[in-house]
């Protein structure tokens, strides 16, 4: 098994020690992203749709630097800070597919990295 780390400066760079994806067997391992703006360092909190359209941002970031795109999406975890803002976060993710939805499972969590309300990860196919 071949095996190679994926990593783009469009996307926030990891703050420990993984990598933003890894490739191997004919799939692409999506670390969890939440909504750190790659640009400034900073996060995007100021409303719950902006903070999933930055998180879907950078995973559009790292599937784009894996020559991949939201179509070859097989499976995503979407992490809550609180399960009442699923309805907000679900509305802005469906948008970013056309159809053929990823299998997925969304949780509540008790916490997330820096005081973020949305993360998300994903599993890609390489070949559709």
């Not at 191997?24 to 996060?43: C, E, H, K, R, Y």
């Not at 941002?57 to 699923?86: G, R």
């Not at 802005?92 to 005081?115: C, H, I, M, Q």
Request: overall charge negative.
């Amino acid at each position: 098994m071949s095996k190679q780390i994926i990593n783009t400066e469009k996307a926030p760079a990891p703050i420990g020690p993984y990598s933003q994806a890894v490739k191997a067997n004919g799939l692409v391992f999506i670390s969890g992203q939440v909504a750190f703006i790659p640009a400034t360092g900073g996060l995007e909190l100021s409303s719950i749709p902006a903070e999933t359209h930055q998180v879907m941002q950078n995973l559009k970031a790292v599937l784009e630097e894996s020559k991949l795109s939201f179509e070859h999406i097989v499976k995503t975890t979407i992490f809550l800070s609180d399960m009442s803002l699923f309805a907000q976060v679900n509305e802005v993710y469906g948008t970013y597919f056309n159809s053929d939805f990823p299998a997925r499972e969304t949780v509540a969590v008790k916490g997330l990295p820096r005081g973020v309300n949305v993360e998300i990860s994903m599993i890609a196919v390489v070949d559709l």
